[in-house]
């Protein structure tokens, strides 16, 4: 039941985008119509598991701190090189947005 | 793109703005390193001192990744570490462009690592020694499969470095242009200055809401990025040479 929903009100927020999308355009023009849906979904899922992931690590990184007070420096340097390889998956999505939506092809 | 963001105050016909602004960082870092090396002491003072202090992080970073013969990289490191900070961190000021939020500059810095690194890496063990330590210890007859991904992860090391850098930036710079638009004239602040009563009553607060959260939290947020930003380019690129440099163990 609450998958129905779930997906009926993704439909729905959905569309308006298309429609407007489809309507900056002159209307024709699927692909940009396709674009800008694929930018802005891509994104959110990126954005969104990269935020399941970095908590993933902040939490382990703030365990191993409280466990260990005398280690912080060297914890806090290996969460944030790890923290910045999570991210640059997110970022290389953005990137791919950032063309979909600017580059006009 | 050119929707949402403005062009840089001073711009030059015929000269990109990144590349401008790449000189500006340039005449920057030289007037900062001529000042503060004009008078050497050995008790140091002003800015002496704080490029002092500055440069000790770099040289205490670089002793503990690449270790005991890691401070001949320094030149490199620290460079590229001043480069692009006050790169970074020029995209803050007003009226001015990040050269990092262009991925030609990152994309340079990128490059600029990744030949080094090879370069240190077979002056150090000789080409052939270099070459196989890319096969790692593995059976012999899996040795050309790990080859091959070995190249292609140290192929893909660029792209990350310098997609990460310029994507951070470039996202900073987005954020803050669609704040910046919302608040402007033809958001917030023009519907409260269109003398409706919905205008003036929700318009206005919405308007002061927004500059504060642009001044509280996402400057502070920018300059936080800044600053990581530079220092994982920097340990990513001594993580890079320390892996060059280091002896294969399995001899």
């Keep these: 039941m609450r998958r129905i929903l779930t997906v009926t009100l993704m439909t729905v927020l959905a569309?308006?985008?298309?429609?407007?999308?489809?309507?900056?355009?002159?209307?024709?023009?699927?692909?940009?119509?396709?674009?800008?849906l694929a930018a802005g979904l891509g994104f959110g899922l990126a954005a969104g598991l990269c935020g399941l992931g970095q908590g993933r690590a902040a939490g382990s990184a703030v365990?191993?701190?409280?466990r260990q007070p005398g280690a912080i420096a060297r914890i806090q340097t290996a969460m944030l090189l790890g923290l910045a390889f999570i991210e640059s998956l997110?970022?290389?999505?953005?990137?791919?947005?950032?063309?979909?939506l600017f580059v006009k092809s | 793109m050119e929707i949402i963001e403005h062009p840089p105050i001073f711009h030059i016909p015929g000269i990109p703005d990144q590349v401008f602004y790449t000189w500006v960082v340039m005449a920057?870092?030289?007037?900062?390193?001529?000042?503060?090396?004009?008078?050497?002491?050995?008790?140091?003072?002003?800015?002496q001192n704080f490029m002092e202090v500055v440069l000790e992080q770099f040289l205490n970073e670089l002793d503990e990744t690449v270790g005991h013969d890691g401070r001949r990289y320094i030149p490199l490191i620290a460079t590229l570490g001043l480069f692009i900070l006050v790169a970074n961190l020029m995209g803050l000021v007003p009226g001015l462009i990040a050269p990092t939020a262009n991925l030609n500059t990152t994309a340079a810095c990128a490059l600029i690592v990744f030949f080094t690194y090879h370069w240190i890496g077979m002056r150090k063990q000789g080409v052939v020694n270099y070459l196989k330590h890319f096969a790692g210890p593995v059976p012999v007859a899996l040795k050309p499969l790990m080859f091959v991904i070995e190249i292609i992860s140290h192929c893909a090391r660029p792209l990350s470095l310098s997609?990460?850098?310029?994507g951070n930036m470039m996202a900073g710079?987005?954020?803050?242009?669609?704040?910046?638009f919302m608040?402007?004239?033809?958001?917030?602040?023009?519907?409260?200055?269109?003398?409706?009563?919905?205008?003036?009553?929700?318009g206005a607060p919405a308007t002061l809401l927004i500059v504060l959260f642009v001044i509280g939290f996402l400057f502070p947020l920018k300059i936080l990025v800044a600053l990581i930003q530079t220092f994982i380019f920097c340990k990513l690129a001594m993580l890079?040479?320390?892996?060059?440099?280091?002896?294969?163990?399995h001899h």
């Excluded at chain 2, 997609?163 to 310029?166: A, S």
């Design chain 2, 183 to 202: 608040m402007g004239l033809d958001g917030m602040l023009g519907w409260a200055l269109r003398g409706t009563l919905g205008g003036i009553v929700l």
């Design chain 2, 240 to 249: 890079y040479i320390a892996e060059a440099v280091a002896e294969p163990e």
């Design chain 1, 90 to 100: 997110t970022l290389f999505v953005f990137v791919i947005a950032v063309i979909l």
């Design chain 2, 28 to 47: 920057i870092l030289v007037i900062v390193g001529v000042i503060s090396t004009r008078r050497l002491a050995m008790v140091p003072r002003g800015s």
């Design chain 2, 163 to 166: 997609l990460r850098l310029f």
């Design chain 1, 15 to 36: 569309a308006p985008g298309l429609a407007w999308a489809a309507d900056a355009t002159g209307g024709g023009d699927m692909a940009k119509a396709f674009a800008v």
């Design chain 1, 63 to 66: 365990d191993a701190m409280a």
């Design chain 2, 173 to 180: 710079h987005i954020l803050l242009a669609i704040f910046f």
